[in-house]
């Protein structure tokens, strides 16, 4: 069985041979991992490694690694910054300029990125060319109407247009979904199995922005999106990545359209009650924790949530595992290798956890 079918299997809520296998992770932890493996191409070790899936990213959160510089501004105008984590294991960016920020006007003028510019899809291209009859090749298409909005913005002024200054907020809004939306369909033409959306309104215990807000300005986007999208591809998957605690618009979220949960925060939400709730109409990428597990614990810790998260999540399919997000580089090696060896040891059916 292919990596590919052993998601497409999955996904469609019925087991495989083996839970299909995924692990996001820092440019840190990518080189180390490339130079212990001797792999010069970051997917040539993900799938030495035994990755199901192999993912890039068009738009804005290809900005997030786009240049070693200290400082840059992105295609979207966004400036961006450099921060060293205090250990000295590497570096993350933040975001330090709004082009939007201030004056309401500048947004008659502003222009997007142009969605149809080829190069930006380079890299989906050769995934799919090189990959896509053997893997699950995804596309993340994030921050299309509320990260994308606030990046423009300003957290603070874009908040306060959802709420005082509403008709400037949709415009907004638009502006950025129709760069999505463009870009997208293009995606599903090139053959992509996934499409990876999502903008980030959930907190550690609660949302970011209210239910309403949410269903005002996001859902409406999402269900023109998402369908979209799957008009032009019906068999293409709708996977979300939003953070945190985010109970309240499951329901919604499925109803736009969506299939796949990510990344399942399980210090936020609980795994085993979203998968008795919501498991025959959603699938779950993601859930083995990576606040406390990964980063702080042993091996034998890492071990155990992998197996807890098999447990509550592959029962019938419709689970992918992977760490709830990036690694990053403050992680103990010992410790990834351990979520490899687990993932090998108990991923298979029929389940051993």
């Known amino acids: 069985m292919t ?6 299997i999955a996904l469609a809520h019925e087991e ?3 839970v299909p296998m995924d692990f996001w ?42 240049s070693q510089e200290r400082e840059y501004i992105d295609p979207w105008g966004i400036r961006f910054a450099r921060a060293s984590y205090s250990n000295g294991a590497g570096s993350y960016t933040e975001i330090v300029g709004h082009p939007l920020a201030g004056d309401d006007a500048l947004l008659a003028s502003y222009r997007p990125p142009d969605p149809e510019q080829p190069e930006q899809y380079a890299l989906a291209s ?14 993340g298409v994030h921050c299309s109407t509320f990260e994308g909005p606030w990046y ?7 908040l306060q247009d959802m709420l005082i200054n509403k008709d400037y907020a949709h415009e907004l809004i638009d502006r950025v979904a129709g760069f ?10 090139l053959g992509c199995d996934i499409l990876l959306a999502g903008d980030d309104v959930g907190t550690q215990d609660r949302m970011l922005i209210s239910p309403a807000l949410w269903r005002e300005f996001v859902k409406p986007r999402y269900g023109r999106l998402f369908g979209a999208y799957k008009k032009a591809r019906p068999d ?33 939400m609980d795994p085993g009650r979203l998968k008795r709730r919501y498991g025959d109409r959603l699938a779950f990428w993601g859930a083995v924790d990576d606040q406390k597990v990964l980063p702080l614990g042993s091996p034998s810790e890492v071990e155990a949530e992998v197996r807890l998260r098999l447990g509550q999540l592959a029962p019938g399919g419709g689970y992918i595992l992977c760490p709830s997000h990036n690694v990053q580089p403050t992680t103990p090696l010992e410790n990834i ?5 687990a993932a090998k040891r108990y991923g298979g059916y029929p389940l051993d956890v």
């Open 152 to 158: 423009l913005r300003g957290m603070e002024r874009f």
């Open 16 to 18: 495989p041979d083996r």
């Open 236 to 268: 293409l998957k709708i996977a979300v990545h939003i953070c945190g605690f985010i109970e309240p618009i499951i329901d919604d979220l499925i109803e736009v359209g969506v299939d796949i949960l990510n990344p399942v925060q399980p210090l936020a």
């Open 3 to 8: 990596s590919r079918e052993r998601v497409r």
């Open 180 to 189: 999505y939306l463009t870009a997208g369909l293009i995606l599903a033409r």
């Open 337 to 341: 290798r351990a979520f490899y060896r």
């Open 25 to 66: 992770m820092t440019p840190e932890v990518e080189a180390e991992l490339m130079r212990q493996a001797g792999a010069e191409d970051p997917f040539a070790m993900r799938v030495e490694a035994g990755h199901d899936l192999l993912m890039t990213s068009v738009g804005m959160v290809s900005s997030f690694y786009m």
């Open 126 to 139: 050769s995934l799919i060319e090189t990959y896509g009859k053997t893997h699950c090749i995804a596309v």
